[in-house]
């Protein structure tokens, strides 16, 4: 499956974000999605995961509460809704898709997924 991920930009803190990743190639309900970030000079980490029926969702300690990832299986999108932003959010954010899901999708780390999409750029400013 391939991904593209949008929606990034230049954000005052305490805005909000809507990130989208959209799948071609196949359909996006046949795998669990997820999203982890980047920041300079950092490793890539995880942000959340949601599961191929959208029932399971699983999130970092750091944006629970304040992101929301959720899918749209007619438009073969998964979101992540990004809300209360802070400067430590500025990465640049990256959607990813895992073939085979429990339904319980603690999946966090990044080599449990296939396939990746190009990143999309947030930046937060004070």
């Known amino acids: 499956v391939q991904l593209q991920a949008s929606g990034g930009g230049l954000v005052q803190a305490g805005g909000s974000l809507r990130l989208s990743c959209t799948a071609s190639?196949?359909?996006?309900?046949?795998?669990?999605g997820g999203w982890f970030r980047q920041a300079p000079g950092k490793e890539r980490e995880f942000v959340a995961a949601i599961s191929r029926s959208g029932d399971g969702t699983y999130y970092a300690d750091s944006v629970k509460g304040r992101f929301t990832i959720s899918r749209d299986s007619a438009s073969n999108t998964v979101y992540l809704q990004m809300n209360s932003l802070n400067l430590e959010d500025t990465a640049v954010y990256y959607c990813a898709a895992r073939r085979f899901d429990s339904g319980n999708p603690q999946y966090t780390s990044s080599r449990l997924y296939g396939s990746w999409g190009q990143g999309t750029l947030v930046t937060v400013s004070s």
């Open positions: 190639g196949r359909t996006f309900s046949s795998y669990a």
